[in-house]
T-cell receptor, first 113, second 114 residues
Framework: EAGVTQFPSHSVIEKGQTVTLRCDPI?????LYWYRRVMGKEIKFLLH????????ESGMPNNRFLAERTGGTYSTLKVQPAELEDSGVYFC???????????FGPGTRLTVT | AQSVSQHNHHVILSEAASLELGCNYS??????LFWYVQYPGQHLQLLLK??????LVKGIKGFEAEFIKSKFSFNLRKPSVQWSDTAEYFC????????????FGSGTQLTVLP
């Protein structure tokens, strides 16, 4: 069984540019989560999809962040325009049931200069 | 809203020493509890989890954790650490109810000296 994959593994962009992160969950997992870890801080929840619907987006920092999940499969997280404080590691996770074990991807390290 | 505290930010041990990492959470309702580990260059993976039943939970690689409800704690233990246990350890909580996301502690970096 393939795990959660994320692309790219690293991204370095300038302030004001746009970046799109992609997450492919484990096949059959309806629940998909995005988290972020800013350097030195805890891993924080961004949002939760159930299939293609946003179940909870209370952790999204502001309207520069847009998440989508086309057809309930892969998900993208777009940051537009990027700011310096957006730098961090963005994790994606998926699970079969909402309260079950979440399987994490390797993360995308985003650096905004 | 729930929160999780990990009191040790960096722990350094010699091989064969015993390990205990503290984790306390604040939430008045029913919770699921997790310990995740991130080895250098690898992704987060589950060490162990507690949903219900026996409060002493055994996980992979000889780790165990004990849920003490009265203390809102879920400490991670291992009787004898190895160099390969060097990693960052995260305690996480998932509260029953409408919130389904994991709330993480700030992580504990464990360094095991050979």
């Amino acid at each position: 069984e393939a795990g959660v994959t994320q692309f790219p593994s690293h991204s370095v962009i300038e302030k004001g540019q746009t970046v799109t992160l992609r997450c492919d969950p484990i096949s059959g997992h309806d629940n998909l989560y995005w988290y972020r870890r800013v350097m030195g801080k805890e891993i924080k929840f961004l949002l939760h999809f159930v299939k293609e619907s946003k179940q909870d987006e209370s952790g999204m920092p502001n309207n520069r962040f847009l998440a989508e999940r086309t057809g309930g499969t892969y998900s993208t997280l777009k940051v537009q325009p990027a700011e310096l404080e957006d730098s961090g590691v963005y994790f994606c996770a998926s699970s079969q049931v909402p309260w079950g074990e979440q399987y994490f991807g390797p993360g995308t390290r985003l650096t905004v200069t | 809203a729930q929160s999780v505290s990990q009191h040790n930010h960096h722990v350094i041990l010699s091989e064969a020493a015993s390990l205990e990492l503290g984790c306390n959470y604040s939430y008045g309702g029913t919770v699921n509890l997790f310990w995740y580990v991130q080895y250098p260059g690898q992704h987060l993976q589950l060490l162990l989890k507690y949903f219900s039943g026996d409060p002493l939970v055994k996980g992979i690689k000889g780790f165990e954790a004990e849920f003490i409800k009265s203390k809102f704690s879920f400490n991670l233990r291992k009787p004898s650490v190895q160099w390969s246990d060097t990693a960052e350890y995260f305690c996480a909580v998932n509260a029953h109810g409408s919130a389904r996301q994991l709330t993480f502690g700030s992580g504990t970096q464990l360094t095991v000296l050979p």
